[in-house]
């Protein structure tokens, strides 16, 4: 059975910084791409960042680019978003996501772990 | 890349069937034929549903079944059931560099 199981959300000041994890379970994690989607509160989803299997190929949304870095390691079966420079528009629910580039569809995700940027 | 557009809002009463539409622009919906859609119960995570416009995950119910016209997208739920009441979203590919525009979600109410 496929998991994806968030963490490291929390309540951050704007400006400040925030690493989020994802443990992958039930599949072969270094044969995916992943992604991280997000929902802002009461709002609709939004495609944040992607990486590609074995982490050459990175994407981004225009809005985080400069400030969130996505990363992986195959060993640990685990997915990272570094998120710096949080401004009050980044508060969402953070999905991590099985990602399946061949048929453009993302198939599995996590519960999501909440960030709230306020001061 | 804006979000697809989905009504706020369908309702149906048990047995009935419901239709929830998904519009987009010809650099997505009407490009690619890679949309999907999402079940979302509260506090859980999102459920794929459809794929690639009309294929069925396995173990998803076929009482839900989806389309592509154009621009427009469409997912129908037959046999309306009190379990099917939950936000929808459809999803579709946009290219690599953006790969995934969402919609604005669907709010499915069983009456």
């Known amino acids: 059975e496929v998991q994806l199981v968030e963490s490291g959300g929390g309540l951050v000041q704007p400006g400040g910084s925030l690493r989020l994890s994802c443990a992958a379970s039930?599949?072969?994690?270094?044969?995916?791409?992943m992604s991280w989607v997000r929902q802002a509160p009461g709002k609709g989803l939004e495609w944040v960042a992607r990486?590609?299997?074995?982490?050459?190929?990175?994407y981004y949304v225009d809005s985080v680019k400069g400030r969130f870095t996505i990363s992986r390691d195959n060993a640990e079966n685990s997915l990272y978003l570094q998120m710096n420079s949080l401004r009050a528009e980044d508060t969402a629910v953070y999905f991590c996501a099985r990602d399946l580039a061949v048929s453009g569809t993302i198939d599995f995700w996590g519960q999501g772990t909440l960030v709230t940027v306020s001061s | 890349q804006s979000a697809l557009t989905q009504p706020a809002s369908v309702s149906g009463s048990p047995g009935q069937s419901i239709t929830i539409s998904c519009t987009g622009t010809?650099?997505?919906?009407?490009?690619?034929?890679?949309v999907s859609w999402y079940q979302q119960h509260p506090g859980k995570a999102l459920k794929l549903m459809i794929y690639e416009v009309n294929q069925r995950p396995s173990g998803v119910s076929n009482r839900f079944s989806g389309s592509k016209s154009g621009n427009m997208a469409s997912l129908t739920i037959s046999g309306l059931q009190a379990e099917d009441e939950a936000d929808y979203y459809c999803?579709?590919?946009?290219?690599?560099?953006?790969?995934?525009?969402f919609g604005t979600g669907t709010k499915v109410t069983v009456l």
């Open positions: 039930g599949f072969s994690f270094s044969d995916d791409w």
């Open positions: 990486i590609k299997q074995d982490g050459s190929a990175k």
């Open positions: 999803c579709s590919y946009a290219g690599s560099i953006i790969p995934y525009v």
């Open positions: 010809g650099s997505d919906v009407g490009t690619y034929n890679l």
